[in-house]
């Protein structure tokens, strides 16, 4: 067949066709596309090959039943392609868009397209500066700044499919314990070591007293491994005391191939307070340099990540006497006393009984009266996993706090915790009111300093480097310090 040969589509899509082996089309679709040349083509068959375009071919698919549409238009489309590398027609025009959906619509789309592509570059160099500057992992640096720029609600759709298809966790196997803290001492008695830290004399904080008890084993949801529960000691010693450790359980009976982390900390022995990071807590007051004060970095033992933002976390924020935001009654509120103590309330019900160095609120309690408080897990009242959808049945890093009855702290955090696996944590910790803290890898994070210099991950999967409460910090955390003898 010659190039200068006047085709008619249908002559030539009945050529092309026959061409094509049967082995790659199957026979029984080769069949009706057979049928379809020989009988459906219509008027639209008649035209010449050479001035029939992508628009044409796809006005005629519209004429067509709604079911036949999508393949009868991808067959003409790609037997035209054919015809212009055969050179039977001179040239192909692709599809004019705003001549089928309409100008206006056409630049409409076109504009979002190009603002989309100027938005992605802005977006990718914020985002790698975070990556950089602030070592947060990719994803959670891109979601960041998209939240910044009002996309939060899409960020949450996008991740909460994340981590309910393609990062889910895996079902059943064996955890292995990759901490390296201390051995396990018996339960129930304070353990002493040689050596003692450094300790600040700070006399608002009062000395050091007498060591508590270290709690029971923890038990474990399901058959407990060998070394699972028990509590290990750190290097943290306080007037020849240790006054942290660390034990680790599986948090619930299905993903038994992980662990979390629970630190228990010895208020008798240690002092807290709430440093506020460079940029949260949101709000028009003197935030600081987001670093623990000079002249107690060399008593400073322990940072624990504080809370989300304050446009997520339903509450409000104290510190130094200044109102940041006003406290909102019944959210769950850390209070850090200028004593050094620290305490978990619920605000307007338990009241303070000192005066505060910084409150905190996030979302409610989530342990109370020693009993957990997730009767549902819906993201209004656990957590928005990057603010929206995202549900408090996600699996993902989380970490929360609360204090026991003999007035010491645990501290809760790990890679696969649900709201509730969290509450049961931290219930099984000895609990009696817990509140959630922040979330997600790059933001649920709690190291050692002080021996451990220059820093040591409380659980061994955290993402962030060990000195992210060493350096300036973005958002506020929890400094932990050593009392004096």
Same mark, same amino acid.
């Given at each position: ?29 080769? /069949? ?9 083509? $219509? ?23 709604? @079911? ?8 003409? #489309? ?8 055969? !050179? ?75 981590? #309910?298809?393609? @990062? ?9 314990? @990759?901490?390296?803290? !201390?051995? /396990? ?117 322990? !940072? ?78 656990? $957590? ?77 999967n955290i993402f962030r480097e060990p000195d992210r409460f060493w350096a300036p910090s973005e958002r506020d955390f929890v400094a932990v310090y050593a009392k004096s003898p």
């Open positions: 067949m010659s190039p200068k040969t006047e085709l008619t589509v249908a002559r030539w899509l009945g050529v092309w066709l026959t061409n094509i082996p049967e082995a790659e089309l199957g026979y029984g679709h080769k /069949r009706r596309l057979t049928k379809f040349v020989k009988t459906g083509l $219509g008027e639209f068959g008649k035209s010449g090959v050479a001035s029939v375009g992508a628009a044409k071919a796809y006005r005629f698919t519209q004429t067509l039943p709604r @079911s036949e549409r999508a393949l009868a238009y991808a067959f003409i #489309n790609s037997g035209l392609k054919a015809a212009k590398h055969a !050179g039977f027609s001179q040239k192909y025009p692709g599809f004019p868009a705003k001549r089928v959906i309409g100008k206006f619509v056409w630049l409409s789309a076109r504009g979002v397209l190009v603002a989309g592509l100027v938005a992605a570059v802005v977006t990718t160099g914020f985002a790698m500066d975070r990556v950089i500057r602030l070592k947060e992992d990719t994803l959670t640096a891109y979601a960041t700044v998209m939240r910044q720029s009002g996309f939060g609600v899409v960020v949450a759709a996008a991740e909460d499919f994340y981590y #309910n298809y393609l @990062s889910t966790p895996k079902v059943g196997g064996r955890a292995t314990d @990759s901490s390296d803290f !201390g051995a /396990r001492k018996p339960s129930g008695e304070p353990t002493t070591a040689a050596s003692p830290s450094k300790v600040a004399f700070v006399e608002q904080w009062g000395v050091a007293g007498v060591p508590s008890l270290e709690p029971l084993r923890l038990i474990p949801p399901v058959v407990a491994e060998a070394n699972e529960g028990f509590w290990k000691d750190t290097k943290i010693v306080v007037n020849g005391s240790t006054a942290i450790r660390i034990a680790r359980i599986r948090p619930d009976t299905e993903h038994t191939s992980y662990y979390a982390t629970i630190a228990w900390f010895d208020s008798k022995l240690l002092a807290f307070a709430q440093v506020p990071g460079t940029d949260v807590p949101e709000g028009n007051f003197d935030r600081g340099d987001g670093l623990v004060p000079k002249d107690l970095r060399p008593f400073y033992v322990a !940072g624990l990540n504080d809370a989300f933002l304050m446009r997520d976390s339903q509450g409000g924020y104290v510190y130094q006497g200044k109102i940041v935001r006003n406290l909102v009654y019944g959210k769950a509120t850390l209070v850090t006393y200028s004593d050094g103590s620290l305490d978990v309330l619920k605000w307007g019900r338990d009241k303070p009984i000192k005066p505060i160095q910084a409150a905190r609120q996030n979302l409610t309690l989530m342990v109370d009266g020693s009993v957990s408080q997730v009767q549902d897990e819906s993201q209004a009242k656990w $957590g928005w996993v990057w603010e929206g959808v995202g549900s408090g049945k996600n699996l993902v890093w989380r970490s929360a706090i609360g204090i026991r009855a003999d007035g010491t702290i645990v501290y809760c955090i790990g890679p696969v915790l649900s709201a509730r696996s969290l509450a049961d944590m931290m219930v099984r910790a000895g609990a009696v009111r817990a509140m959630p803290l922040d979330m997600n890898s790059a933001y649920a994070n709690g190291f050692l300093y002080g021996p451990y210099a220059p820093g040591k991950r409380i659980d061994p």
